[in-house]
C-alpha cells in the first residue's frame, strides 16, 4: 500500500463520517450545518481521488521501469500510452522516453513524409526488400 492509498482511504473516511454527523447536525440543530459538512466532505472526496490518481500514476512508473529492467529490446514496448495508440508517432507529456533526434526516430525524411513506407538511398536501415527508393 503506498502512502498516496493510505492517505485517500483515511480521507474517504473522513468525509463519510462528516457527511453523516452533517446530516445528524441538520436534523437536530440546524440545516446550514449540513451544508457546511457536505461542502468539506466533497473538499476531502476530490483530494481522496487526487491521491488516488498519484497511486496510479505511482504504480505505472513502477511497473514501466520493471519492465524497462527486464526488456531486451527498447523499441518493442511502447513507452507511453499515446506511443502505443499512435503506432510510435507520437509521445505524451508524462512519457519517460529520453528526448530523441529531431526526426523522433525517423530514420530518413523520405520515411517521415510516408509514414514508414519508403527510404532514400541513403538511409542506413534502407534495404532492397520492402523499398522503393
Known amino acids: ?26 436534523i437536530t440543530v440546524h440545516w446550514w450545518l449540513t ?6 466532505a466533497a473538499v476531502l472526496l476530490w483530494c481522496a481521488a487526487c ?4 497511486h496510479r500514476r505511482r504504480l505505472a512508473e513502477q511497473e514501466q521501469a520493471r519492465r524497462a529492467a527486464h526488456r531486451k529490446d527498447p523499441a518493442a514496448v511502447p513507452c507511453c500510452r499515446l506511443a502505443e495508440r499512435s503506432a ?18 525517423a ?10 513506407s519508403l527510404h532514400t538511398p541513403q538511409c542506413p536501415t534502407h534495404t532492397s526488400r520492402g523499398s522503393t527508393g
Open 35 to 40: 451544508l457546511a459538512c457536505l461542502y468539506v
Open 51 to 54: 491521491e488516488r490518481a498519484h
Open 88 to 105: 510510435g508517432y507520437t509521445h505524451g507529456t508524462d512519457c519517460l522516453r529520453p528526448p530523441g533526434p529531431a526526426l523522433d526516430g
Open 1 to 26: 500500500m503506498t502512502p498516496e492509498q493510505r492517505t485517500a482511504r483515511y480521507l474517504t473516511t473522513t468525509a463519510t463520517t462528516l457527511t453523516a454527523g452533517g446530516i445528524y447536525l441538520g
Open 107 to 116: 530514420c530518413c525524411s523520405m520515411w517521415l513524409i510516408t509514414s514508414g
